[in-house]
């Protein structure tokens, strides 16, 4: 096979294949896997099955999932469309310096201002990182967004609680970043290939309305939106509908309700709630429910607070995520390594000041 070197305009050499047989695409095994036994299952839920318990069962929990998910994945896929059209020194912009205090803060504080589900976050998480954002502000980003509604978290959990647990998420949010931000200064961590350095008189409103000016949001830019959200969200789909197949089989081997009676504000039912958090994974529509129970039922705070956090933290497909998009299982692995020791701090203090 020919192959020659051709450059790009902006003078970087790309690799052009000039054979008359082009290299044959690979079928994503995964993602058309995971599509098709999703929707499978999702459609067998409106159906009676008789004498097989553990199917209706799997396919009930596959249909709340996807029933659970499917709009935060959907604005996900939108918000990345409108990313991919925004130049990535207004990203920096408005994020503020990778490896700054100030750029976590505002990392930290988008993410919970942003209302997604947890994997709606994820997905903007990630076009953030690919439009420049440093390790440390897209793990900051991921950290304080363990819930996607803070009315719904209101309601269900109350004022005081509700609060409580967004500040102290906040906390370990950017005490997290900024671990990654050293880690990634002393070369622990590989830093962002991304990165973009604004020009000499860079000024956010002035250079945002030249370039609203001379955009055209007509149908073709709908379009172009998108197309590139569905384009560059296949990556993450892929991952959640592998994670929605895991966890409605887990589901059939593990009944949450069954562990109902260990949560309670020990050091044994903390350790049973982090685990469960991490073997179960639920989406942040669905975790606030199950953190109010803990909540209320076993009087256990802290165990609630560990819930909604343990499970951002250690959920495998927001792992897996995140090494495909860095390239470094350094960074997916250390995101649970640094977290989850301070949500423990953290709970057992709420625990026994309860």
């Not at 003078?11 to 290299?23: A, D, F, M, Q, V």
């Not at 008789?50 to 596959?62: D, N, R």
């Not at 009315?151 to 269900?156: G, P, W, Y």
């Not at 959200?229 to 991952?239: A, D, L, T």
Request: glycine residues 8%.
């Amino acid at each position: 096979m020919v192959k020659e070197k051709k450059a790009n305009q902006h003078g970087k050499h790309e690799t052009e294949n000039l054979s008359c047989h082009p290299e044959k695409r690979r079928i994503d095994v995964l993602f058309w896997g995971s599509l098709v036994g999703v929707t499978i299952l999702f459609f067998m839920a409106f159906f009676e099955i008789s004498g097989q318990p553990w199917l209706t069962t799997l396919s009930a929990s596959v249909f709340h999932m996807v029933h659970s998910i499917w709009w935060g994945v959907l604005i996900g896929a939108i918000f990345i469309g409108l990313l991919s059209k925004v130049p990535r020194e207004f990203i920096l912009s408005i994020l503020g310096e990778g490896g700054s205090f100030n750029g976590l803060i505002r990392s930290a504080g988008a993410g919970v201002l942003l209302d997604l589900c947890s994997h709606g976050i994820l997905m903007v998480a990630v076009k953030l990182y690919e439009r420049g954002a440093s390790a440390g502000q897209v793990i900051a980003f991921l950290i304080a967004s363990p819930w996607n509604s803070f009315s719904l978290t209101l309601v269900l959990i109350g004022f005081f609680w509700t609060i409580s647990f967004i500040l102290l998420s906040l906390v370990i949010a950017i005490i997290t970043g900024w671990v990654f931000e050293l880690l990634v200064k002393r070369g622990t961590l590989p830093p962002n290939q991304n990165k973009v350095v604004l020009p000499d008189g860079f000024h956010f409103w002035q250079n945002a309305k030249q370039g609203i000016s001379a955009s055209k949001f007509d149908l073709t830019f709908c379009k172009e939106v998108i197309l590139d959200g569905i384009v560059e969200s296949k990556m993450v789909v892929r991952w959640l509908l592998f994670g929605v197949l895991l966890a409605s089989i887990i589901r059939v081997v593990l009944d949450p309700a069954q562990f109902e009676n260990y949560f309670g504000p020990t050091v044994a039912g903390l350790a049973i709630t982090i685990i469960v958090a991490t073997i179960i994974e639920v989406c942040s529509e669905g975790s606030t429910p199950l953190a109010t129970d803990i909540l209320n039922r076993a009087n256990a705070p802290g165990n609630g607070f560990a819930f909604l956090m343990a499970g951002v933290a250690t959920d495998y497909t927001e792992i897996v995520i995140l090494k495909d998009t860095t390239k470094s299982w350094k960074i997916a692995l250390f995101l649970p390594l640094v977290t989850v020791p301070q949500v423990i701090i953290v709970a057992m203090l709420l625990n026994m000041s309860f």
